[in-house]
C-alpha cells in the first residue's frame, strides 16, 4: 500500500519537526550509509524500536554527515529531496507501509488508540477545528502575536437534556454530529514562525485573512500531527503540517 502524493495547499510546515522525524524513523537520509540488512522479525523489531524511540525523544534532531562537497546537480537533486513538502510525503509512505498501527487517519480510532495504551499516535486527518482567539477577530491578531502561536481546538459537544450541543456554537445538522463523533477534548497550538504566506502579525498574511474572515470557527483543515494524551479526555496535536 503506498500513499497518494495528493496535491496539498499547506498553510504551516514544520522544517526541523519533518526533518527530524524523518532522520529518525525511516532509512532515507542522504549522507547516511545503510546499515547491514535486516529481515523478517529483526527488521520489524528495529523499526518498532526506532519509532518508539522517537516518540518517547519528542523527536530531537540529530546530526548527519555527509562525506564531500556535493556537485551542483547532487545539490539540487539534494534540495528537492529535502524540502518540507518532500519529507512530509515521504513520511506519510513510510508510515503507511510500515508502522501503520501507529498512524491514523480518524481522529476517533486515534484517541481510542491512545485511550486504550496511553502511548502517543501520528494522525494525519482532515477535521473542523476552532480558533477561540478568533471569536472576536479584533482581538485574535493582537493575542496570537503576544503568544506567538495560534491555538486550535476540534470543538467539542456537551450534554444538554440528553443531547449533545457544541460547547460554542450549536449547529443542526448531520455534517456537525459527523464532525463531532469524538467526545475527547482534542487541541493544538502552532507555532507563529511556521506558517507560509506571509507573517501571521500581518493582517494581509493569508492565514490572517482565514482566520479573521471565518471568525475563528469551523476551520476545515488536514493535519499530520503527532497526537499524545494529556489527562482525562484530554489531547493535544503537535503539528508537522497543516493544510486547506
Known amino acids: 500500500m503506498t500513499a497518494l502524493r495528493i496535491p496539498q495547499r499547506f498553510i504551516y ?10 532522520a529518525q524513523i525511516t532509512s532515507l537520509v542522504p549522507g547516511v550509509p545503510k546499515r547491514g540488512e535486516q529481515t523478517g522479525n529483526a527488521s520489524a523489531r528495529s523499526r518498532r524500536e526506532r519509532v518508539a524511540s522517537a516518540l518517547r525523544s519528542f523527536l530531537g534532531l540529530r546530526g548527519v554527515n555527509i562525506v564531500g562537497p556535493p ?18 510525503f515521504e513520511l506519510i509512505k513510510h508510515l503507511v507501509q510500515f508502522e501503520h498501527e501507529l498512524y491514523f487517519v480518524d481522529l476517533a480510532e486515534a484517541t481510542a488508540r491512545c485511550e486504550s495504551t496511553g502511548e502517543a499516535v501520528f494522525v494525519n486527518v482532515g477535521a473542523s477545528f476552532d480558533a477561540p482567539d478568533f471569536y472576536e477577530p479584533a482581538k485574535g491578531l493582537d493575542i496570537a502575536t503576544r503568544s506567538g502561536a495560534v491555538f486550535f481546538k476540534v470543538p467539542w459537544p456537551r450534554q444538554s437534556k440528553g443531547r449533545d450541543v457544541d460547547v460554542d456554537a450549536y449547529e443542526n445538522s448531520d455534517d456537525y454530529f459527523r464532525r463531532s463523533k469524538t467526545s475527547h477534548k482534542i487541541v493544538m497550538s ?55
Open 13 to 22: 510546515l514544520d522544517s526541523l519537526g519533518l526533518d527530524s522525524l524523518h
Open 190 to 244: 502552532a507555532g507563529l514562525d511556521k506558517f507560509t504566506g506571509g507573517r501571521v502579525g500581518s493582517v494581509t498574511s493569508h492565514i490572517a485573512l482565514l482566520l479573521r474572515g471565518s471568525r475563528g470557527r469551523n476551520l476545515k483543515l488536514r493535519v499530520f500531527g503527532y497526537l499524545s494524551p494529556l489527562g482525562a479526555d484530554l489531547y493535544q496535536i503537535k503539528p508537522y503540517a497543516i493544510s486547506l
Open 71 to 88: 556537485s551542483p546537480a547532487e545539490e539540487l537533486e539534494g534540495r528537492e529531496r529535502t524540502s518540507p513538502e518532500a519529507r512530509y
